[in-house]
């Protein structure tokens, strides 16, 4: 039996999760996540992607926007190899494209996502906000997600395959508050809505804190909970085993700096679904009120058909 990680553990290895490191000119590889299982998370994939564009961007300019496509699901345990195209370089705006690839079954490289971000020279400009951030309990009145999800774990008991457990269990560096009821606990359609604060479990200090690598943990944390959204107003969940579903693209657009170790509210809503697919938006507060960052997502979605079993003869 291992020894449940630190959050400082649990953090640090979220950080060497985000660290690619440099194989060649604009070429670069992300590590794999350590005892990963199944598909990739696409939220790694994605702050991958944006670090090895962050990391050829030297004048100064920070990035505004991010916008993926996933074109395949990425396999746990290989690594990941982003090529960068160096786009546009002008006085005030840059842009660079990544192609994250794996290794295929014949050796050759399949993409797995693309990616396309540009970057500013930060500058002073004309300022509103047109919706506040909403009006939500504050992450210290509010019960962290893990101490939810044992109990849930406890209460389902058997009903939980020894992945699924896993899964729901597993130590996470990304500490969650969610203010409505957890996505995959109810079978009873709801708005689609959701409010969840997170930040990471531990400071992060020393040379790794920098602002580039607080975005990098934004986008990471970005794909947690935005589908799921738009399976609300259904009253079916992924945990149930209830639908299938992948994330198809990703666009993030990063409208002032924030601390990944500092409480965000992440508000999401769905306002469509349809024909297979559901699209999401989300809108990332800090603690002050400001617009830290937008996000929308289209993913697939389909109700799992279940095969009855026939009756033994």
Known sequence: MTDTPTNEELVAGLVRLLTVEKRAADVYAGPPQTDGIGRVFGGQVLAQALQAAQATISDGKSAHSLHAYFLRGGREGAGIEYRIERDFDG??????????????????????????????????????????MPEVALPDDLRPDMELRREI????????????????????PIEMRTIDRLHWMSREPREPRAHTWFKVCAPITGEADTP????????YA????????????????????????????????????ARADEWLLYATDAPWSGGGRGFNRGRIFNLAGELVASVAQEGMMRKRIVKERSAPA
């Open 91 to 132: 006085r005030s705006f840059a842009n660079r494209r990544v192609v994250a690839s794996q290794e295929g079954e014949d050796g050759m490289p399949v993409p797995i996502l693309n990616l396309t971000a540009s970057f500013q020279l930060p500058e002073e400009g004309l300022e509103h906000l047109d919706s506040p």
């Open 212 to 219: 580039e690598l607080h975005r990098a943990i934004i986008t």
């Open 222 to 257: 970005s794909d947690y909970t935005l589908l799921g959204t738009s399976a609300l107003p259904h009253g079916l969940s992924w945990m149930r085993n209830e639908l299938v579903g992948a994330s198809l693209d990703h666009a993030i657009w990063f409208h002032r700096d």
């Open 153 to 172: 774990a406890a209460q389902w008991g058997d009903k939980l395959s020894e992945t699924q457990r896993s899964m729901m269990l597993r130590p996470r």
